[in-house]
């Protein structure tokens, strides 16, 4: 447990002892700060009555393991994990009394949430004659439930004006500012998680696509927090920077001027998942993305670095990474896999025409990432990485393909000595290398914290790499689980490796890109969107 006085700028890690395998899951403060419970997963409650500095373990609850509580004036409310009912301590702040039971449900009616402020509880009522019931005198005397506000949740805020009461369903969300009356107030968006009063007053609200935002007054509501979107791809154009997440694309004109990024296209919980991006060697306002899209993949560009999307192909099917010919930006190359009468098809398909039409190739396997041979006069050659089942190589742009090494092969990168010359490199378990264009290849040396690695980006900038490791999980027997560690850096073209992530606030990253015009490098996270470092 930590407290802050300073609105978190620091914290103080506070001395709580617990049983070896107890957690805090909640805790509630009186409102004169000096007197706090927490409760704990099992549903003990620890008590301090000096702000923090000690505590102990209490029971308040007559021996009930407890669900849910919450302070109420100088009485602390709770609900017990094994009754859909609500008690009150009265006094707990004091000399705590013995619990006892708040009457305000009917036969046949069961008590779905609560919440309680100031002197005010509000209780969500399912069964016959439910809705929303409220006491305004710590629950000592209920009115009857309002059938027009069955279901959903309750946040009760307290006030000087009056205690205001927020109720929110699937579709709209209504608000008591204190006199008695319910009215509708909008939302920022459709995808709002929940609400919570801000301490000088008004609304915070939890989107969990677009972000946080603020309202004193219900029509005007400010941005107050970026959305942490895991990102699965990044791109860097002349004119932008893009991250590709489960959730849709951002994007972010360069040079960046602020964390604040705009979403092309909009967002959405679910089926907008961003899988992989190339940005044309000879346009750089040329991109191609793969996208998941509810039950259907897509191939798509933009002419304009990300601000406007063309459908290129849409497939029923599962779709990897995409490749666009360095020399021929109406030829792209995008690997895929689907089920055929119960039989897996893996391979790439290939356009000649801008994405007009593609012609499949049954590889017998998928591809996590696609990169040209810059020792390839024609464009052609294209290394293919195919996790478990290794690296590949295609010298007709995917028509045939060439096995090289079965060494786990999740990422491919060539290298660039500065002198015309490459190294080859590929991340599974670990970075490995060749210089004999995969012929052999040779582990190279990683100096981490330890534990399985899993390699999943590669990146460069004046002769020095960086690699991204990502928490992974995949079924098999026993599970592949590794966690992250961040990025690694090079400065010897691949043979030894050292950690770089400096102050990352996560290390399972899954993408990275270099802006040379800029020299940033930056790291999509999967739990904590874009950061960059300079290079």
């Known amino acids: 447990m930590f407290r802050t006085d300073d609105k978190g700028?620091?914290?103080?890690?506070?001395?709580?002892?617990?049983?070896?395998?107890?957690?805090?899951?909640?805790?509630?403060?009186?409102?004169?700060?000096?007197?706090?419970?927490?409760?704990?997963?099992?549903?003990?409650t620890f008590v301090s009555r000096d702000g923090g500095d000690t505590w102990q373990g209490e029971d308040l609850t007559d021996g009930r393991p407890v669900f849910k509580l919450a302070f109420l004036g100088d009485d602390l409310l709770f609900q017990p994990q094994e009754e859909g009912l609500l008690y009150a301590v009265r006094d707990a702040s004091g000399e705590p009394q013995p619990p006892v039971l708040l009457e305000f449900l009917e036969a046949g009616q069961q008590l779905f949430s609560w919440d309680a402020a100031g002197h005010t509880v509000g209780a969500i009522v399912l069964g016959t004659g439910g809705g929303l019931a409220v006491s305004r005198d710590a629950g000592d005397t209920w009115?009857?439930?309002?059938?027009?506000?069955?279901?959903?949740?309750?946040?009760?805020?307290?006030?000087?004006?009056g205690d205001q009461?927020?109720?929110?369903?699937?579709?709209?969300?209504?608000?008591d500012s204190g006199n008695g009356t319910f009215r509708r107030v909008r939302r920022p968006g459709d995808t709002v998680a929940g609400f919570c009063p801000l301490p000088e007053g008004g609304w915070l609200a939890a989107d969990r696509v677009h972000g946080l935002y603020s309202t004193t007054n219900w029509k005007r509501f400010n941005r107050v927090g970026v959305?942490?979107?895991?990102?699965?791809?990044?791109?860097?154009?002349?004119?932008?920077?893009?991250?590709?997440?489960?959730?849709?694309?951002?994007?972010?004109?360069?040079?960046?001027?602020?964390?604040?990024?705009?979403?092309?296209?909009?967002?959405f919980i679910s089926g907008n998942h961003v899988v992989d991006m190339d940005v044309?060697?000879?346009?750089?306002?040329?991109?191609?993305?793969?996208?998941?899209?509810?039950?259907?993949?897509?191939?798509?560009?933009?002419?304009?670095?990300?601000m406007t999307w063309q459908q290129g192909g849409a497939w029923p099917d599962a779709i990897f990474a995409v490749h666009i010919h360095p020399q021929d930006p109406d030829r792209v190359m995008h690997s895929f896999g689907y089920l055929n009468n119960g039989v897996e098809v893996l391979g790439v398909r290939t356009t000649t025409d801008g994405g007009a039409s593609w012609v499949e190739h049954d590889h017998g396997r998928f591809y996590?990432?696609?990169?040209?041979?810059?020792?390839?006069?024609?464009?052609?050659?294209?290394?293919?990485?195919?996790?478990?089942?290794?690296?590949?190589?295609?010298?007709?742009?995917?028509?045939?393909?060439?096995?090289?090494?079965?060494?786990?092969?999740?990422?491919?990168?060539?290298?660039?000595?500065?002198?015309?010359?490459?190294?080859?490199?590929?991340?599974?378990?670990?970075?490995?290398?060749?210089?004999?264009?995969?012929?052999?290849?040779?582990?190279?040396?990683?100096?981490?914290?330890?534990g399985p690695l899993r390699v999943v980006a590669f990146a460069q900038h004046d002769g020095v790499l960086f690699a991204a490791t990502a928490s992974i999980w995949y079924p098999a027997d026993p599970p592949v689980i590794t966690a992250g560690q961040g990025v690694l850096r090079s400065r010897d073209n691949g043979t030894t490796w050292h950690d770089a992530s400096g102050d990352l606030p996560f290390l399972d990253v899954r993408a990275l890109a270099v802006d040379p015009g800029q020299r940033h490098l930056y790291a999509g996270l999967h739990g904590g969107s874009v950061h960059r470092l300079t290079l």
């Not at 069955?150 to 006030?159: C, D, I, K, P």
């Not at 009461?165 to 608000?175: M, P, V």
């Not at 893009?242 to 001027?257: D, K, M, N």
């Open 165 to 175: 009461i927020l109720h929110q369903s699937s579709a709209i969300t209504q608000l």
């Open 227 to 267: 959305p942490a979107a895991p990102v699965t791809a990044l791109a860097v154009s002349e004119e932008a920077v893009l991250a590709g997440t489960e959730t849709g694309l951002f994007r972010t004109s360069l040079p960046v001027a602020g964390p604040d990024w705009e979403s092309p296209g909009g967002l």
């Open 143 to 161: 009115g009857a439930p309002l059938p027009e506000l069955y279901g959903g949740t309750v946040v009760v805020s307290a006030s000087d004006a």
């Open 368 to 450: 996590l990432d696609l990169v040209a041979d810059p020792s390839d006069a024609d464009g052609n050659g294209v290394w293919m990485a195919s996790y478990t089942n290794g690296l590949y190589y295609s010298g007709d742009f995917g028509a045939s393909w060439e096995a090289k090494t079965t060494e786990e092969a999740n990422a491919v990168f060539l290298t660039n000595d500065g002198t015309g010359g490459s190294r080859l490199l590929i991340g599974g378990e670990t970075i490995r290398y060749s210089d004999d264009d995969g012929t052999t290849f040779h582990a190279a040396r990683i100096e981490h914290a330890g």
């Open 9 to 44: 700028a620091s914290w103080e890690r506070l001395d709580v002892e617990l049983p070896e395998i107890e957690y805090f899951q909640s805790i509630s403060a009186h409102r004169k700060g000096q007197v706090l419970v927490a409760l704990t997963g099992s549903g003990d």
């Open 280 to 306: 044309c060697a000879q346009g750089p306002s040329l991109v191609w993305r793969t996208r998941r899209v509810n039950l259907q993949c897509t191939a798509e560009r933009s002419s304009d670095a990300g």
